[in-house]
């Protein structure tokens, strides 16, 4: 049986960061019947019960039919590290991150993690994630191996290391060539997953690491390349000492082949005008991560210089657990607003839910696969409540709008707004207690 979602839909008439009008591009439309077959959406049309007839049909009434959210930087080896005190950059990893991803020498550790990280993902309406995993292979195994079973679009890869790093943690550069190449040839288009070629940051990678990457990379067409960049001014200062004859940080990956479309850059919060010129002109994308960067006090993203009209970088929004502080698109989209504003700029609902979406669909080359409901998309939708809690009824109704509701689910919102999680046309996660 034809299944079917019945009430209000979420959609853009364009990416907001380029119009004249930015909430013009929001456009929502009323009693809609979004029809599923075969793991996609075969059609989106106004109610009618004719239209309905033979469809399994789920009604969510109070609430809003969304693209399901895709985060564009996360860490899910460090979901047992969220919220670790007091530390910047460089000595939060050497203190608390690089002991916690001891531990996924272990399958079973992983194995865990992995399923507990992927239904956190679920319970935020989250169905699409660039993901980094250890320097263990057996971690990205179990990572894929349990979205494989829930047949999530993922994007994910094992860390390279061969330098900076607790030996436990260090790989070489041939040694992470062949495991990443051998989890290429194992999980890179089966199914749903997707591979990202993954050298953690520059300090931990030698220059001959690099080269590894981006052959492999060259080698691998249609496969992602993730990284950090730009978080944090130490960092900063430690690879200009690393890589002298580099002009930038930027430069050092661009020197090595490791810019284009499907490179992912994460942070980026202290770029030049030439180094957004160069995303620019290579298509790299930028994952914005603004929780993160406010907890370990790396600075403030450059959000609407990135976005700049004569020459726009793909930017997606990052949640970057565990230096982030929520699974949740829609607290770090209220993060994002206020990262913002505090740089003067205005956020409106349209811009935040393109960052989550479509904007990051693009962000990552899968337009016109996901991040929008719309035909032959595949069918990842995350149903958001608008009587979410208490507050949220009250407040939302004394909303004059959708966009004024929207951008109120920005501020209050958490995973309490998400009513129902569909993952390629099948029902994955409903909020207890929610109707429908
Ligand atoms: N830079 C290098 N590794 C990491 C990491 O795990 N988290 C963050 N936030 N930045 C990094
Ligand atoms: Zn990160």
């Known amino acids: 049986m034809r299944r079917a979602l019945r009430g209000a839909v979420l959609g853009f008439t364009g990416d907001p960061f380029l119009a004249e009008d930015p909430a013009a591009t929001l456009h929502i439309t009323e009693d809609t019947l979004v029809v599923l077959e075969d793991g996609l959406i075969a059609e989106v049309a106004p109610y009618d019960p004719a ?62 993690a992995a399923r507990v990280f992927l239904a956190e993902l679920l319970r935020n309406g989250t169905t699409t994630a660039a993901v980094y995993c250890t320097v263990h292979p057996q971690s990205v195994e179990a990572f894929f ?43 890179h288009g089966t199914g749903r997953q997707l591979y990202a070629i993954t050298p953690r940051f520059a300090p931990t990678s030698s220059p001959a690491q690099l080269a590894a990457a981006a052959r492999l990379w060259r080698e691998h067409p249609g496969t992602y390349l993730q990284t950090h960049l730009s978080e944090n001014k130490a960092e900063i200062a430690w690879v200009r000492e690393l890589f002298p004859e580099a002009g930038g940080y930027l430069d050092v990956y661009h020197r090595a082949g490791l810019t284009g479309r499907r490179a992912i850059f994460g942070h980026a919060v202290h770029l030049s005008e030439a180094e957004f ?117 009250y407040r939302l109704r004394h909303a004059r709008d959708w966009a004024e509701r929207l951008f109120v689910l920005m501020t209050l919102g958490d995973d309490r707004a998400v009513r129902a999680t569909w993952v390629a046309g099948i029902p994955r996660y409903r909020r207890e207690g929610a109707g429908a």
């Open 277 to 393: 010129g160069c995303c620019h002109r290579t298509g790299s994308a930028l994952a914005h991560c603004p929780t993160s960067n406010l907890f370990l006090g790396s600075g403030l993203f450059r959000l609407f210089d990135a976005k700049r009209r004569d020459r726009p970088v793909c930017v997606g929004l990052g949640t970057d657990l565990g230096a982030g502080t929520s699974f949740s698109q829609l607290r770090t989209l209220g993060e994002a607003y206020k990262v913002a504003r505090a740089r003067g700029g205005r956020l409106t609902a349209a811009h935040g839910f393109w960052l989550a979406t479509a904007g990051a669909a693009e962000a990552l080359d899968l337009t016109g696969r996901i991040g929008r409901v719309a035909p032959g998309h595949e069918a990842d939708l995350a149903v958001l409540d608008l009587k979410a809690t208490p507050l949220v009824e």
């Open 145 to 187: 191996a349990e979205s494989h079973r829930l047949n999530t679009r993922m994007i994910a890869g094992k860390v390279l290391m061969d330098r900076n790093a607790p030996d436990a943690l260090l790989d070489t550069a041939e040694r992470g060539y062949a495991e990443s190449k051998a989890l290429i040839e194992r999980w």
């Open 51 to 112: 239209r309905a007839r033979g469809l399994e049909v789920v009604h969510y009434p109070d609430a809003l039919i969304c693209p399901g959210f895709i985060d564009c930087h996360v860490h899910y080896p460090q979901t047992q590290m969220i919220g670790a005190f007091g530390e910047q950059l460089l000595d939060w990893l050497n203190t608390y991150t690089f002991p916690a991803e001891q531990d996924y020498a272990d399958p079973a550790h992983a194995a865990e």
